[in-house]
């Protein structure tokens, strides 16, 4: 059975719908953050700069997308729509610096809600550690 049997017109409706809901989101965010320090970029550059940014991220790249996503900033920000170099690195930062606060926030929520402690889970990565280098188990 191939894929086009199994996708119906509704579902590939859906999807698309969220896909430029994506883009639409990105540009947003990268519309606040250059609004944010009185940079005044075009929605309708934004959104081309979000899907070519989306679409940078099936170029092989390091684990973790390591320095590949400055990279990309700089091409499409400062290349692209010729902002000041200064400008692009600072939003980077920004970007990286809401983007580590949101994650370290869902994952205290996440593990408050299981009820998981993190004593619990350094104690049991200390037990492993001691375990894996001693080779035996306790």
Known sequence: ???????????F???????????CVDA???FLFFYSINVRIDFVQLVIVAILMNLLY???SPP???GSTEWYFILLFQFGL???RDI????????????SVLIVLIGLVC?????????????????EEYEINNNFKL
């Open 28 to 30: 947003v965010a990268y």
């Open 88 to 99: 692009v690195s600072s939003t980077a930062i920004l970007v990286h610096f809401i983007s």
């Open 64 to 66: 973790g997308s390591i």
């Open 13 to 23: 409706i859906k999807i698309t719908f969220l896909t430029l809901l994506v883009i």
């Open 82 to 84: 010729k902002i000041p």
């Open 111 to 127: 593990t408050s809600t299981l009820g998981v402690k993190f004593s619990q889970v350094f104690k049991k990565a200390q037990k």
């Open 58 to 60: 099936f170029v092989p």
């Open 1 to 11: 059975m191939c894929i086009r049997d199994r996708l119906n017109g509704a579902l």
